[in-house]
């Protein structure tokens, strides 16, 4: 049973920078979907940033709201998912979550994902 506790959210002014990371347990294989979604206040989940681990993998996915200001990484062990936020804005505002799965159709859709962390809050001011 996979599960995913991120950490490193906070208040920062805009223009300011965040590592968010995601500690990643329990997976039986090395070949998984990971991404990075936020929810703002009032508002829908989306997807942010997401990879893929396995053989052949290289494809990262970025919304392009944060394209050139966040990056999507994993250390080598591959068992922490980082997300780097550089540049914030007041709209970066929300609860991150980092998202698991093995198969993704879409993998900047919420509904690809079975397994979640329970969030970190980030508030830009």
């Known amino acids: 049973h996979v599960q995913l506790v991120e950490s490193g959210g906070g208040s920062v002014q805009a223009g300011g920078s965040l590592r968010l990371s995601c500690a990643i347990s329990g997976r039986s294989d090395e070949n998984y979907f990971l991404a990075w979604f936020r929810q703002p206040p009032g508002k829908e989940r989306e997807g942010v940033a997401a990879?893929?681990?396995?053989?052949?993998?290289?494809?990262?996915y970025y919304d392009d709201s944060v394209k050139g200001r966040f990056t999507i990484s994993q250390d080598n062990s591959k068992n922490t998912l980082f997300l780097q936020m550089n540049s914030l804005k007041p709209k970066d505002t929300a609860l991150y979550y980092c998202a698991a799965n093995t198969r993704c159709v879409a993998p900047m859709e919420d509904t690809s994902y079975d397994y979640w962390g329970q969030g970190t809050q980030v508030t830009v001011s």
């Open positions: 990879m893929y681990t396995g053989f052949g993998g290289g494809n990262i």
